[in-house]
């Protein structure tokens, strides 16, 4: 903590003893909004904060992140369905709603559509009379949870995918699902859109531009001729944008404001301070590497601390947290995953059950009226906010706080229908008589949550607002008590057939850093130059003892990075001694530039071996560095 002079805090107007007569404002009425407002439907979003992603497809059951689209329905066979138990982990964690993939890449849709052959009709499920959509519905209301839905606009299974019949295809299934499932909170659109596929048997590549094909305002009004009050995600003109990662990072500050233009990644993390479009980002990623279940990701789960620095880079940075909860082949939420998600939502629960700053006396250094006085901000409603004459852009607030109370989270929010007033600001606490300062940060918009390395016990408590764009807005300034998450141990994997990676060590490599590989932590990355002709990557592991070895898999970076790619294909050697070499398999990773996915790559028969050597002579994509993020390996199931 940084000690502030009396010379600073009186320049700053927040030595209130010294000036108790505080500066009043005949202009008693609102403020006027300033800039880019939410609409209904997007201030509503905003309260929402933390909902659940399902990703649960026929990838499910093939082991990939992104089928081809020549799958066969029947191989969607869930044993053990649980709409309940999957709405129960994600309310546990502390979701307010979950979003499913109604239809992934591969075209195969969870309800009995009659528009295409492709679907559940004709999966084994329920003797083909099941509706996974409507099921989880069901079970969302029930448990009092909202309800929304993703439907890819890449199909690779249609066969007139990049034609006008698909458009008209894809906009029957947006009426169908608006229509069949009672109120959605939300739309989804993904941005990944054309390339190769099984297209009804042409198998081919094709390409799209996107904009122009899907003619997406037209489609964002169907959602809302349809659902009203729905946000949609993603595409220029939806009410929701992309965070730029998947990650689980917003930017910081992570403004709400966007350019009229179509999205850009190097915009959408940070958003762009006073731009005309009200864009709010959601933050999204995985509970594990990927999207969807996989049994050698059981050790990879994020545990309950991650959780809660995820909740710090998302929900703490005005934005909203989308966690994906991947079902297994039962089609319930894994045991491990659904004891993290307890512990992280009972921890998230306990530390925001008691707010520490009521019975606090608030002062100002100005106010517009008494319907805008500084304990507006301790009222507990969101519709009140405490403000100041309009030419006041610089102002103070202090917290006289009940003695003997420590807090650790502070959190302040602004009153979004009026715009994002506050560009910058500080927060002191005086401890025996001495102003300390705690942080300065840019941007308060929904919330902004600081946390503290340790609790503190304060006098008061002073938020500052340096800089402004408008007379201030705000209606919380709230203090906690963080509780820590109950810890999870790790697991191995529920499959007997993955190899724990524990005894595994890194014995040759072409660059340094290459432990991270077998951390089974999909977020430290192994990084080396960009391979060269003659001059391939390479590295070799010792299993520490001999196995039957049926395989291996890569992860890739999951990170978005400008300077790195995945490895575009592979050469595995395996050896039982680690000097006579046989050849194991080699050939192209399937999508991984894109899809980011886990690669899966079987040995055409099982053999035994302790030692495993990966070359990789390019990157998926031209890059200056090759980057990867894991190894490990299978037996035959």
């Given at each position: 903590?940084?000690?502030?002079?009396?010379r600073?805090?009186?320049?700053?107007?927040?030595?209130?003893?010294?000036a108790?007569a505080?500066?009043?404002?005949?202009?008693?009425?609102?403020?006027?909004?300033?800039?880019?407002?939410?609409s209904?439907?997007?201030?509503?979003?905003?309260?929402?904060?933390?909902?659940?992603?399902?990703?649960?497809?026929?990838?499910?059951?093939?082991?990939k992140?992104?089928?081809?689209?020549?799958?066969?329905?029947?191989?969607?066979?869930?044993?053990?369905?649980?709409?309940?138990?999957?709405?129960?982990?994600?309310?546990?964690?502390?979701?307010?709603?979950?979003?499913?993939?109604?239809?992934?890449?591969?075209?195969?849709?969870?309800?009995?559509?009659?528009?295409?052959?492709?679907?559940?009709?004709?999966?084994?499920?329920?003797?083909?009379?099941?509706?996974?959509?409507?099921?989880?519905?069901?079970?969302?209301?029930?448990?009092g949870?909202m309800?929304?839905?993703?439907?890819?606009?890449?199909?690779?299974?249609?066969?007139?995918?990049?034609?006008?019949?698909?458009?008209?295809?894809?906009?029957?299934?947006?009426?169908?699902?608006?229509?069949?499932?009672?109120?959605?909170?939300?739309?989804?659109?993904?941005?990944?859109?054309?390339?190769?596929?099984?297209?009804?048997?042409?198998?081919?590549?094709?390409?799209?531009?996107?904009?122009?094909?899907?003619?997406?305002?037209?489609?964002?009004?169907?959602?809302?001729?349809?659902?009203?009050?729905?946000?949609?995600?993603?595409?220029?003109?939806?009410?929701?944008?992309?965070?730029?990662?998947?990650?689980?990072?917003?930017?910081?500050?992570?403004?709400?404001?966007?350019?009229n233009?179509?999205?850009?990644?190097?915009?959408g993390?940070?958003g762009?301070?006073?731009?005309?479009?009200?864009?709010p980002?959601?933050?999204?990623?995985?509970?594990?590497?990927?999207?969807?279940?996989?049994?050698?990701?059981?050790?990879?789960?994020?545990?309950?601390?991650?959780?809660?620095?995820?909740?710090?880079?998302?929900?703490?940075?005005?934005?909203?947290?989308?966690l994906?909860?991947?079902?297994?082949?039962?089609?319930?939420?894994?045991?491990?995953?659904?004891?993290?998600l307890?512990?992280?939502?009972?921890?998230?629960?306990?530390?925001?059950?008691?707010?520490?700053?009521?019975?606090?006396?608030?002062h100002?250094?100005?106010?517009?009226?008494?319907?805008?006085?500084?304990?507006?901000?301790?009222?507990?409603r969101?519709?009140?906010?405490?403000?100041?004459?309009?030419?006041?852009?610089?102002?103070?607030?202090?917290?006289?706080?009940?003695?003997?109370?420590?807090?650790?989270?502070?959190?302040?929010?602004?009153?979004?229908?009026?715009?994002?007033?506050?560009t910058?600001?500080?927060?002191?606490?005086?401890?025996?008589?001495?102003?300390r300062?705690?942080?300065?940060?840019?941007?308060?918009?929904?919330?902004?949550?600081?946390?503290?390395?340790?609790?503190?016990?304060?006098?008061?408590?002073?938020?500052?607002?340096?800089?402004?764009?408008?007379?201030?807005?705000?209606?919380?300034?709230?203090?906690?008590?963080?509780?820590?998450?109950?810890?999870?141990?790790?697991?191995?994997?529920?499959?007997?057939?993955?190899?724990?990676?524990?005894?595994?060590?890194?014995?040759?490599?072409?660059?340094?850093?290459?432990?991270?590989?077998?951390?089974?932590?999909?977020?430290?990355?192994?990084?080396?130059?960009?391979?060269?002709?003659?001059?391939?990557?390479?590295?070799?592991?010792d299993?520490?003892?001999?196995?039957?070895?049926?395989?291996?898999?890569?992860?890739?970076?999951?990170?978005?990075?400008?300077?790195?790619?995945?490895?575009?294909?592979?050469?595995?050697?395996?050896?039982?001694?680690?000097?006579?070499?046989?050849p194991?398999?080699?050939?192209?990773?399937a999508?991984?530039?894109?899809?980011?996915s886990?690669?899966?790559?079987?040995?055409?028969?099982?053999?035994?071996?302790?030692?495993?050597?990966?070359?990789?002579?390019?990157t998926?994509?031209?890059a200056?560095?090759?980057?990867?993020?894991?190894?490990?390996?299978?037996?035959?199931?």
């Open positions: 903590m940084t000690e502030l002079t009396r600073h805090l009186v320049a700053s107007g927040a030595l209130l003893s010294a108790p505080f500066a009043a404002s005949d202009r008693t009425g609102a403020p006027t909004p300033w800039g880019a407002t939410p209904p439907r997007q201030l509503a979003w905003h309260g929402h904060e933390q909902y659940a992603f399902i990703h649960f497809s026929i990838n499910t059951f093939t082991d992140e992104w089928g081809f689209g020549d799958e066969s329905p029947a191989l969607f066979n869930p044993t053990d369905f649980d709409p309940d138990q999957i709405v129960a982990a994600a309310k546990s964690a502390n979701m307010r709603g979950i979003i499913l993939t109604a239809k992934h890449h591969d075209g195969f849709c969870l309800w009995p559509t009659m528009l295409t052959e492709h679907c559940i009709r004709n999966s084994p499920y329920k003797q083909g009379k099941g509706d996974i959509v409507g099921e989880l519905e069901q079970a969302a209301r029930r448990a949870l309800f929304g839905l993703y439907l890819s606009p890449w199909d690779r299974n249609h066969a007139e995918y990049g034609r006008p019949a698909y458009i008209d295809y894809y906009r029957k299934q947006v009426v169908e699902l608006c229509t069949r499932y009672g109120e959605l909170f939300e739309f989804w659109f993904d941005g990944a859109n054309g390339g190769d596929g099984y297209y009804g048997g042409a198998r081919e590549t094709r390409k799209i531009d996107a904009p122009a094909y899907y003619d997406w305002p037209s489609i964002i009004a169907l959602v809302h001729q349809h659902q009203p009050k729905a946000c949609t995600f993603d595409p220029l003109g939806s009410d929701i944008r992309w965070v730029g990662n998947e990650d689980g990072i917003a930017g910081d500050p992570c403004w709400p404001t966007m350019p233009h179509a999205y850009v990644q190097a915009e993390n940070s762009v301070r006073g731009a005309p479009l009200w864009w980002a959601e933050t999204n990623t995985s509970i594990r590497p990927g999207w969807f279940y996989h049994s050698d990701e059981d050790s990879k789960v994020r545990s309950p601390e991650n959780l809660v620095r995820y909740y710090d880079t998302s929900v703490g940075r005005g934005t909203n947290m989308h994906n909860l991947p079902p297994d082949r039962r089609g319930r939420i894994p045991h491990q995953d659904a004891k993290i307890k512990s992280f939502g009972d921890a998230i629960r306990a530390s925001f059950a008691s707010d520490l700053a009521q019975g606090a006396v608030a100002a250094s100005h106010e517009r009226g008494s319907a805008f006085a500084a304990d507006k901000v301790l009222d507990g969101r519709d009140s906010y405490w403000s100041t004459p309009d030419e006041v852009t610089q102002a103070t607030l202090v917290l006289d706080l009940p003695p003997g109370r420590a807090f650790d989270l502070i959190r302040i929010r602004e009153h979004l229908p009026l715009g994002i007033r506050v910058k600001f500080a927060v002191d606490v005086q401890i025996d008589g001495a102003w300062e705690l942080a300065v940060h840019e941007c308060i918009s929904a919330q902004r949550i600081i946390r503290l390395p340790q609790p503190v016990t304060a006098r008061r408590l002073q938020l500052r607002i340096l800089e402004g764009t408008a007379c201030p807005a705000i209606s919380e300034v709230s203090l906690f008590r963080s509780v820590a998450p109950v810890p999870v141990p790790a697991i191995v994997s529920s499959d007997p057939s993955v190899l724990s990676t524990a005894g595994w060590r890194i014995v040759a490599a072409s660059a340094p850093g290459a432990d991270v590989l077998l951390d089974n932590d999909a977020k430290t990355i192994w990084t080396q130059p960009a391979p060269v002709a003659g001059k391939p990557a390479s590295v070799t592991l299993l520490g003892q001999a196995e039957m070895l049926a395989g291996f898999s890569l992860t890739p970076s999951r990170q978005v990075m400008t300077d790195a790619a995945p490895p575009k294909g592979y050469v595995v050697e395996t050896s039982v001694d680690g000097r006579s070499w046989q194991g398999a080699s050939g192209e990773f999508n991984i530039a894109y899809a980011l886990t690669q899966r790559i079987a040995f055409a028969t099982p053999r035994r071996a302790r030692f495993l050597r990966l070359s990789f002579a390019a998926a994509v031209p200056a560095k090759l980057a990867v993020a894991g190894v490990g390996g299978f037996t035959s199931k």
